[in-house]
């Protein structure tokens, strides 16, 4: 079974820098898409940044021009960079893949910002 598992979640001050990972147990190529999505409390969980198989990518307007979505073959891993972090940015983020109909998901990884 495909599993997702993500990591380089922490704390962080306003203005910092951190990298998420989401490994695949299978080929990360597998799937037709995967994204990033992020939940605060007491908020619904929202989409942050989408990447096909193809390559393209999409941001949500909050973190566009400071998040970055990419992969990487030898790693077998998606990665979302998030650069200039600000408190708004807190949430727990959890990657997902779509393949065909189902949709896999990780465990999620807390992100917290302070001033």
């Known amino acids: 079974q495909v599993r997702l598992s993500e990591s380089g979640g922490g704390s962080v001050q306003t203005g910092g820098s951190l990298r998420l990972s989401c490994k695949a147990s299978?080929?990360?190529?597998?799937?037709?898409?995967m994204g990033w999505y992020r939940q605060a409390p007491g908020k619904q969980r929202e989409l942050v940044a989408t990447?096909?198989?193809?390559?393209?990518?999409d941001y949500a307007d909050s973190v566009r021009g400071r998040f970055t979505i990419s992969k990487d073959r030898a790693q077998n891993t998606l990665y979302l960079q998030m650069n200039n972090l600000k408190v708004e940015d807190t949430a727990v983020y959890s990657c997902?893949?779509?393949?065909?109909?189902?949709?896999?998901w990780g465990q999620g990884t807390q992100v917290t910002v302070s001033s």
């Open positions: 997902a893949g779509g393949l065909g109909s189902v949709a896999v």
């Open positions: 299978g080929s990360i190529f597998s799937f037709k898409s």
């Open positions: 990447q096909t198989a193809g390559g393209m990518t």
